[in-house]
């Protein structure tokens, strides 16, 4: 069972910059995936993933707003979303939370253990620390 903590104002802002990132950004079959993260100087950084016709070598959107707060010298991390953008296809009107995959539970955790991801559970957004969606983490024992 996760220890899940309620949404704050600066979290649904959060939400709303991936959002918006792939609303602006959305293309079938490149882009459908926006994500953002906060930094704890309170700074958002906002992107979309990179999807490649070699699934391996597509790059998620939280891998590159991270990279894009990195980038500018922002490397303390708070809170990290991903949306997925409905297909033309899907009857479905808006992005909805998608919590992290994966490869992205390692990568959010290896820039900051404390940070937190939004996520849904139990049919609620709530948020949680990402070291709960990756119990026993590989790592370095000199971490």
């Given amino acids: 069972m996760l220890?899940?903590?309620p949404l704050e104002n600066k979290d649904y802002e959060l939400i709303e910059a991936a959002e918006k990132v792939i609303e602006k950004n959305y293309r079938y079959g490149r882009h459908h995936i926006g994500a953002a993260v906060?930094?704890?100087?309170?700074?958002?950084?906002?992107?979309?993933?990179?999807?490649a016709n070699v699934g391996r070598i597509a790059v998620c959107?939280?891998?590159m707003a991270i990279g894009k707060s990195i980038s500018e010298g922002d490397h303390e991390f708070e809170t990290a979303?991903?949306?997925a953008h409905p297909h033309p296809h899907e009857n479905i009107e808006k992005c909805w939370v998608v919590a992290p995959c994966g490869m992205c539970r390692e990568l959010i955790s290896d820039?900051?253990?404390?940070?937190?991801?939004?996520i849904s559970y139990n049919g609620e957004l709530v948020k949680c620390n990402i070291m709960q969606l990756l119990p026993e983490k590989y790592g370095s024992e000199l971490e």
């Fill in 61 to 63: 959107g939280e891998a």
């Fill in 111 to 118: 820039y900051g253990k404390d940070t937190d991801v939004i």
């Fill in 38 to 51: 906060r930094t704890t100087s309170g700074n958002v950084y906002a992107a979309v993933h990179l999807e």
């Fill in 3 to 5: 220890h899940v903590k």
């Fill in 81 to 83: 979303v991903a949306v």
